[in-house]
């Protein structure tokens, strides 16, 4: 049974880098067709879509977040992270990793993480 | 970026009755080179993940109950519940994967009436 798991520090200083880290288990994130994406949730709010990669190392990011976005992968630990500069009080959320597909086009997102609060504050 | 607007934003419904949820894509996701529409429905309960219920538009995943369904094409859609169980309380989402980014409504919560 696939599984993924978020990591990372609950709790981020302003214009700090938000850090977290999805560990895939019970399938190997090599998987071909397969994307892993981040995905996150406002106290209270509807899902945004953060960015995706491939076990290659291809990348699609949400235009609106892109300039502040890296996410990378290691198919040698089985897991994909993300990295969100300048943080402000508006990145707090509940940050979920999933998979998804892309072929010619994205597929739905089968399998999601239990999700990580991440708050940022001083 | 295709906007998805869901409606209502939240109902209430009795134990057995139907509720159905809108949505409404502010352009096609409909792929004509193999007819599907690229949109899915989620379930969220409280402090857990979205559950994927519905995708292509139509096709139940595996292990929802088929109480579920979900119609629609082009840019309107129905997510139906049949007769609603006091589980089926949560707030659902839908979304689009015709193009990047991949967006969701803004979800509706149902509720026991």
């Known amino acids: 049974q696939l599984q993924l798991q978020e990591s990372g520090p609950g709790l981020v200083k302003p214009s700090e880098t938000l850090s977290l880290t999805c560990t895939v288990s019970?399938?190997?994130?090599?998987?071909?067709?397969?994307?892993w994406g981040w995905i996150r949730q406002p106290p209270g709010k509807g899902l945004e879509w953060i960015g995706s990669i491939y076990y290659s190392g291809s990348t699609y990011c949400n235009p609106s977040l892109k300039s502040r976005v890296t996410i990378s992968v290691d198919a040698s630990k089985n897991q994909f992270s993300l990295r969100l500069s300048s943080v402000t009080a508006a990145d707090t959320a509940v940050y979920y990793c999933a998979r998804h597909r892309y072929g010619s086009r994205w597929s739905a997102f089968d399998y999601w993480g239990q999700g990580t609060l991440v708050t940022v504050s001083s | 970026d295709i906007v998805m607007t869901q409606s209502p934003d939240s109902l209430a419904v009795s134990l057995g009755e139907r509720a159905t949820i809108n949505c409404k894509s502010s352009?096609?996701?409909?792929?004509?080179?193999?007819?599907?529409?690229?949109l899915a429905w989620y379930q969220q309960k409280p402090g857990q993940p979205p559950k994927l219920l519905i995708y292509?538009?139509?096709t139940r995943e595996s292990g929802v109950p088929d109480r579920f369904s979900g119609s629609g094409s082009g840019t309107d859609f129905t997510l139906t519940i049949s007769s609603l169980q006091a589980e089926d309380v949560a707030v659902y989402y839908c979304q689009q994967y015709y193009s990047t980014p991949p967006t969701f409504g803004g979800g509706t919560k149902v509720e026991i009436k």
């Open positions: 292509w538009a139509s």
């Open positions: 019970g399938a190997s994130i090599s998987s071909s067709s397969y994307y």
């Open positions: 352009q096609s996701v409909l792929y004509n080179s193999n007819n599907e529409n690229y």
